[in-house]
């Protein structure tokens, strides 16, 4: 039996991993790795046979006992942990000394290409240590409208960025787990290789505020911003400098760049079709129009 070890299991990505590598119902055992056993156990209780152990990337104590007789570790790095030599170092050495051969990364499309971002030097660290990996690259989350700049659209029906024309390529985060529990279920099959996972559709945001408008019937603006007073906009809103910084580089670069490649790999390994945005809009209905 194969042992899994899912690291942010309780965000985004993590939970619709874990929700599709238990539907695919073989026989590996999945366990969660997380800071709060509890509250964990409550988030997946209708989840049978998962099993939970104590995890924190802070906590450096906490590593040995949470990766013994583990097979494959799926490793995602929390957005406000960006160091790697002070978190994901030690973190890997450990994994390493605890015998965890084979890793399954949570990185970003691109990259490779920025020497900057911290998934490069994980990337880079992951195959100097000399694990088996896969590395899981997706595109822009359609999630970010219904996570992080969800308060806006709900307050004003505005997406205020410094990404001016650029253009983004959505892909939809139940797709990623979808195909990231392929790859982990088939990891012989699929290792030491990076995979971009896209969807369809390069978009700016004045195209995305039009199709939220006539999906949704009601007006949603974009607002282009420069990156200084955008940063300093999200500073004032309380997100902590690490994440603002993020956010900035995030939707400040592309503009930089060339538009994002578009990758066949999800419907290649799964078979299916990824979501349109469009669909993800639908489907969230309730999200956008709460307090319209
Ligand atoms: N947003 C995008 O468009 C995009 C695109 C490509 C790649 N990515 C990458 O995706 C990753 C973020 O994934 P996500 O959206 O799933 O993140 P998320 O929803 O913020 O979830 C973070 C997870 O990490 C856990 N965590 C945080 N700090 C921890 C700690 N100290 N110890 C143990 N667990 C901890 C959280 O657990 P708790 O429940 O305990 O907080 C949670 O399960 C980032 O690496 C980002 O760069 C994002």
Redesign the pocket.
């Known amino acids: 039996m194969k042992r899994i070890l899912i ?9 619709e991993v874990v929700h599709y590598l238990a539907k695919l119902n073989n026989e590996s055992e999945i366990i969660l ?4 056993i509890k ?2 156990e409550k988030k997946f209780a209708s989840i049978l046979n998962l099993s939970f152990r104590l ?5 450096q104590n ?1 590593f040995d006992t949470a990766f013994k007789n583990i097979d494959i570790l799926f490793l ?6 960006s160091k790697v030599d002070v978190y994901f170092k030690p973190l890997l050495e450990s994994a390493r000394n605890n015998k965890i051969e084979k890793i399954v990364f ?4 691109g990259a490779e290409k920025s020497k900057v ?3 490069n030097k994980i990337e880079h660290l992951i195959k100097l240590i000399g694990f088996e990996y896969i590395f899981v ?5 359609m ?2 409208l219904t ?2 700049l969800l308060p806006e659209l709900q307050k004003t029906q505005t997406i205020t960025l410094p990404s001016g024309n650029a253009k983004f390529n959505w ?1 939809d ?1 139940k797709n990623i787990g979808e195909i990231t529990a392929d790859l982990i279920n088939s990891f012989e099959n699929y290792k030491n290789k990076a995979y971009e996972i896209t969807g369809t559709e390069n978009k700016n945001f004045q195209e995305v505020s039009k199709l939220l408008s006539d999906t949704l019937g009601a007006k949603f603006k974009f607002k282009s911003i420069n990156p200084i007073r955008f940063y300093f906009k999200k500073r004032k809103e309380g997100v902590a400098n690490g994440f603002a910084i ?1 956010m900035t580089i ?1 939707h400040f670069l592309p503009r930089l760049q060339k538009k994002p490649k578009i990758s066949e790999n999800f419907t290649k390994i799964t078979g299916k079709k990824p979501t349109t945005l469009k669909e993800f809009i639908v489907r969230e209905k309730e999200t956008f129009t709460k307090f319209l």
């Open positions: 690291t942010g299991a309780t965000g985004n990505i993590g939970i790795a997380v800071r709060n509250s964990a995890f924190d990337f802070e906590k906490s995602l790095r929390p957005p406000q942990i949570l990185s970003v499309q971002i911290p998934h690259r997706p595109s822009y989350f999630q970010n996570t992080t892909i985060v993020v995030l």
